[in-house]
């Protein structure tokens, strides 16, 4: 079955670098693969999908990168700031049944600091 | 615009003792419901979805049960809790059909299971 790997659970860094999140799967190359954030204590919330055919895919500070060969997929935040702390989530497709049911990651904690 | 709505936003409940959560999603129809639950620190879990009224699918073998009494309602029941049924379960839908990929997710209820 399909088993995804956030690269770790916490990572710190300086408000203004770039914050760079690591998504890796081990069988077979998903249709799409998604990136969430979630609050403390809220639901996640969609930030970005990209298709299996795309390489890369960006939205305002934010991109994602997403490579069949390596079965990873890389998440970045440019000049990140404070309220970019979160728990990411990265999700990717089972492909079958009408559901479109898709497994997450376990996560990785972001926190910036000023 | 579509909201989706769980409740209560907080439980605790002694052992043994049934459980009912409930989600509904408005401005839409015929979306695909999904029940997850989230361990202190982990990834979600996907417990249920269903695709349609009365069609319910199960992922995880547990004393909990779901039902869809309306299209755009779903419930998260147990007869007797255990104290592993303790987390946070969110509530998700997304628009059926081809391309809907993307799962919008309620404000979640914190369970905890004394």
């Known amino acids: 079955s399909q088993k995804i790997e956030q690269n770790s659970e916490a990572l710190n860094i300086q408000e203004g670098k770039t914050a760079t999140l690591t998504c890796n799967y081990t069988n077979y190359s998903p249709a799409y693969l998604q990136w969430y954030r979630q609050d403390p204590g809220r639901g996640p919330v969609f930030l970005l999908l990209i298709r299996e055919n795309e390489k890369e895919k960006r939205k305002e500070r934010l991109k994602v990168t997403f490579d069949t060969t390596l079965k990873q997929s890389l998440f970045h935040i440019t000049a990140s700031q404070p309220a970019d702390s979160a728990t990411y989530l990265c999700?990717?497709?089972?492909?079958?049944?009408?559901?479109?049911?898709?497994?997450f990651g376990s996560g990785t904690r972001l926190s910036i600091r000023p | 615009s579509q909201t989706i709505h769980q409740w209560p936003a907080t439980l605790v409940q002694p052992v043994g003792s049934p459980l009912s959560l409930e989600c509904t999603v408005e401005g839409t129809s015929n979306p695909n419901l999904y029940w997850y639950r989230q361990a202190a620190g982990r990834g979600l879990q996907l417990l249920f979805y269903?695709?349609?009224?009365?069609?319910i699918s199960s992922e995880v073998p547990q004393n909990l049960s779901a039902s869809r009494p309306q299209d755009r309602q779903f419930i998260l029941s147990s007869k007797k809790l255990l104290l592993s049924d303790s987390g946070f379960y969110l509530c998700?839908?997304?628009?059926?059909?081809?391309?809907?990929?993307?799962?919008?997710f309620g404000p979640g209820t914190r369970l905890t299971v004394l």
């Open positions: 998700a839908w997304n628009p059926r059909g081809k391309g809907a990929d993307t799962q919008y």
């Open positions: 269903s695709v349609g009224i009365g069609q």
């Open positions: 999700a990717l497709d089972q492909g079958y049944s009408s559901a479109s049911k898709i497994i």
